[in-house]
Nanobody
Framework: VQLVEAGGGTVQAGGSLRLSCAAS????????MGWYRQAPGKQRDLVAA???????NYTDSVKGRFIISRDHAKNTVLLQMNSLKVEDTAVYYC??????????????WGQGTLVTVSS
């Protein structure tokens, strides 16, 4: 499985950006796709995720500002980021976690895309 990310860039505080991630390869029925981010000197943390069943999860700091959505037919996940803040600046990574019949739980990561929010 490969994840290809698009979007990101530089935006002023208060602006919006949209990230997209397309998965190619074998996607199993039980899975979750989402976005993590890593700021300089910090650990990689979950931003938002959506399961194959449609359940969503957001970190508290983005609730009400970010929206995650998924197109199951196209195996894509979108992250609409609104009201961006300087502290949202980070490298954003697409993630797929899925249950493989042979390998058990498998993590797949995208290459990362930089989001910079200027004041």
């Amino acid at each position: 499985v490969q994840l290809v990310e698009a979007g990101g860039g530089t935006v002023q505080a208060g602006g919006s950006l949209r990230l997209s991630c397309a998965a190619s390869g074998t996607i199993f029925g039980i899975n979750a796709m989402g976005w993590y981010r890593q700021a300089p000197g910090k650990q990689r943390d979950l931003v938002a995720a959506v399961t194959s069943g449609g359940s969503t999860n957001y970190t508290d700091s983005v609730k009400g500002r970010f929206i995650i959505s998924r197109d199951h037919a196209k195996n894509t996940v979108l992250l609409q980021m609104n009201s961006l803040k300087v502290e949202d600046t980070a490298v954003y990574y697409c993630h797929l976690g899925q249950l493989s019949p042979r390998e058990g739980y498998v993590d797949v990561w995208g290459q990362g895309t930089l989001v910079t929010v200027s004041s």
